[in-house]
């Protein structure tokens, strides 16, 4: 498990229940840094997905995988690690699923005239 994923993050994700308008009712109470930090750990703990073993049992488009480790992550640290543990257990693809990442962005841009900036 990536230490750069913190528990304050996947209470976060815990709290948003794979709910876009949880997640940004949350997220509108941060201020800017914890908005960006919070968007920094989401794509840390995503990019340990888009690459091998992981690779192996999606789909091949670069699209594709970033929207399954948004998936993944988006679905809390118990399922995060269990994909971690068991690679094959990865969605193939992330059709008609919630997609928890880019909600930051939005937020960020809401309140503070600007994106998280990170990407």
Do not use: H
Not at 26 to 54: C, G, H, T, W, Y
Not at 100 to 110: H, P, R, T, W
């Amino acid at each position: 498990m990536s230490d750069i994923v913190s528990d304050w993050f996947w209470d976060i994700i815990m709290n948003a229940d794979q709910n876009t308008d949880k997640l940004r009712e949350i997220l509108r109470e941060m201020d800017q840094e914890n908005i960006v930090k919070f968007q920094e750990q989401f794509l840390d703990a995503a990019s340990v997905l888009q690459e091998e073993p992981f690779l192996d049992y999606m789909e091949e488009s670069e699209d594709g995988i970033e929207d399954v480790s948004y998936l993944v992550v988006g679905r809390g640290k118990k399922y995060y690690t269990e994909i971690l543990n068991n690679p094959e257990k990865i969605p193939s693809a992330a059709e008609d699923c919630v997609i928890l990442f880019g909600i930051a962005d939005e937020v960020c841009i809401e309140k503070f005239g600007e994106s998280t900036g990170v990407y």
